[in-house]
């Protein structure tokens, strides 16, 4: 199973910006699809998280101003950002977590390699 996160780049303060995330490989269903972030000299911390009957949680700082979806068809989620602040600058990373590949609960989560957003003007 891998993980390819793409979208990130540049943008305003007040901004938009839209990240993706694919997972590839033998997936039989993924529970939730996630987004973290880390930025310089902290810790990673969760954005927004989305299962796959709908329910969505999201970090404090991002509430109201991120969306999260996902096809789960396609097992791809999407992460749109708006308002962006330049706190909200940081790696951006998607996880799958409760991955069941070729008939078998995995063990463990899964990573994709991370995008950089960056808010400044």
């Known amino acids: 199973v891998q993980l390819q996160a793409s979208g990130g780049g540049l943008v305003q303060p007040g901004g938009s910006l839209t990240l993706s995330c694919a997972a590839s490989?033998?997936?039989?269903?993924?529970?939730?699809m996630r987004w973290f972030r880390q930025a310089p000299g902290k810790q990673r911390e969760l954005v927004a998280q989305l299962t796959s009957d709908g329910n969505t949680n999201y970090g404090d700082s991002v509430r109201g101003r991120f969306t999260i979806s996902r096809d789960n068809a396609k097992n791809r989620v999407y992460l749109q950002m708006g308002s962006l602040k330049p706190e909200d600058t940081a790696i951006y990373y998607c996880n799958a977590l409760g991955v069941k590949v070729l008939g078998h609960w995995a063990t463990y989560d899964y990573w994709g390699q991370g995008t950089l957003v960056t808010v400044s003007s």
């Open positions: 490989g033998s997936i039989d269903s993924i529970n939730a």
